[in-house]
């Protein structure tokens, strides 16, 4: 959906795409506010920057996370700290209630090496659907220079897969900004970033990049022995 007014403000001023990450956060609270708004997680470096700059407006919120159950230990102890930081906030997750051991027996063994679309499809996309029926407003913490697949990514835009209006506040932001608001704001982060890991997802599929550092970002250690570079759940590799 295109918007061919641009929004405003309460002051007047104009809401697009080079208006600033925190003005944005500001604008979408303030419109939103009777309307049903939801952050989403994965529990990445960005998103953890996200979740902060919103709480920082002392506002209740809901944060969803879609637990894969193939999460790291890292990543469930970092949502362990991120829930203790921000009380006011309400971690939901989202994740498939499908276990390990029924996907095994349906699919086989390995599924994320014999069909990894398909992993991705139970574990995030069709839990997604779900947690975005509840939702008007989906708030992410995608970034256009993360992948070639991002690189259109408008800061404001309709999501016709899931049917909410979708705001990126950190869409025109590069990695070394968002280390730097980790740093300056001592927020938490995931320390597998500390081991060579620019991103992190499941275990399976997620190894370090060998040379990386926190303040860099590749995708190159997801899904690295396929030609898979998206889960799908912002549109590119769903089923």
């Given at each position: 959906m295109e918007l061919h007014v641009a929004p405003r403000d309460l002051r007047g001023e104009p809401i697009g795409e080079d208006t600033p990450a925190d003005r944005l956060i500001r604008w979408s609270l303030e419109r939103f506010a009777n309307q049903r708004m939801v952050i989403s997680t994965s529990f990445g470096m960005e998103g953890c920057v996200l979740i902060d700059m919103y709480a920082r407006h002392d506002k209740p919120l809901t944060v969803v996370y879609l637990d894969t159950m193939f999460f790291f230990p890292e990543t469930l102890?970092?949502?362990?700290?991120?829930?203790?930081?921000?009380?006011?906030?309400?971690?939901v997750n989202r994740g498939t209630s499908l276990t390990p051991e029924q996907q095994q027996q349906r699919y086989g063994?390995?599924?994320?090496?014999?069909?990894?679309?398909?992993c991705c499809q139970m574990r995030k996309v069709e839990p997604m659907y779900d947690a975005m029926t509840d939702a008007d407003v989906w708030?992410?913490?995608?970034?256009?220079?993360?992948?070639a697949t991002r690189a259109n990514l408008r800061v404001i835009e309709w999501d016709w897969r899931y049917q909410v209006l979708k705001l990126s506040p950190l869409a025109t932001?590069?990695?070394e900004a968002i280390w730097a608001y980790i740093r300056e704001h001592d927020v938490p982060y995931n320390e597998l970033h500390e081991r060579g890991y620019p991103t992190v997802g499941c275990t399976h599929c997620t190894?370090?990049?060998?040379?990386?550092?926190?303040?860099?970002?590749?995708r190159a250690g997801r899904w690295s022995?396929?030609?898979?570079?998206?889960?799908?759940?912002h549109g590119g590799e769903g089923i």
């Open positions: 102890a970092l949502r362990d700290r991120m829930v203790e930081r921000y009380p006011h906030l309400d971690f063994p390995e599924l994320w090496k014999t069909n990894p679309t398909l708030v992410t913490a995608l970034r256009r220079s993360q992948s932001w590069e990695r190894k370090p990049v060998p040379g990386t550092t926190p303040g860099d970002y590749s022995d396929s030609e898979k570079t998206e889960c799908g759940l």
